[in-house]
């Protein structure tokens, strides 16, 4: 097996403008093994972790999610949203070819006004506002996340083309404006519940997201 490409907190490939590897070590999970790299966001409070199987920076397509922190989803299992899930099939994915990176971007919880405000969201879809009415009635942005900085990650590891788990227009834009272009939709279909069907819909309605049947 290849030794993927390690980057230290002391190397000069290790910063990025809008980004800084602070840390790094070897991380087994369930999944298997990863390489593991936590990033300072400059200018801010947010921290995001790279998970990396394999070699990654050898100029071929590498398996990728941006995955948007969630911890009712995440960790809880919320069925809420469909969050949770795709975390989870996600890195089966990445663990059954050996090879990938799934980012896992935090500061991005309600798509970005955080725990407590999304838990109001919540309150407000069950008196009948969608998940973006709900966000606005609260004087908040429908979605108030940046891809900015997994972009600058995913270059910090070498990586210059990927193949996207995603539904999110706005991943594969911010990607390909980085100069990371996406080549290839990988879906991961998970099934749609009665609890979180509106929000899938609404997610592809509003946001353009696409095929809610495989979510995003």
Known sequence: MSTPYTPSPADGAA???CVTLAA?????????????????VTGG???????????????????????SECLTGDVLGSYRCDCGEQLDLALRYIAAEGRGVLLYLRGHEGRGIGLSNKIRAYALQEQGLDTVEANLELGLPDDAREYDSAAAILRILKVTSVRLMSNNPKKFDTLSKHGIPVCERVALAIPVREENERYIRTKQVKFGHYYFEENE
């Open 15 to 17: 910063t990025e403008e």
């Open 24 to 40: 790094t070590a070897t991380l087994p999970t369930r999944y298997g093994v990863f390489a593991s790299y936590a990033f300072r």
């Open 45 to 67: 409070d947010a921290e995001h972790l790279a998970l990396v199987m394999g070699e990654v920076g050898d100029q071929q397509p590498v398996l990728a999610r941006l995955h």
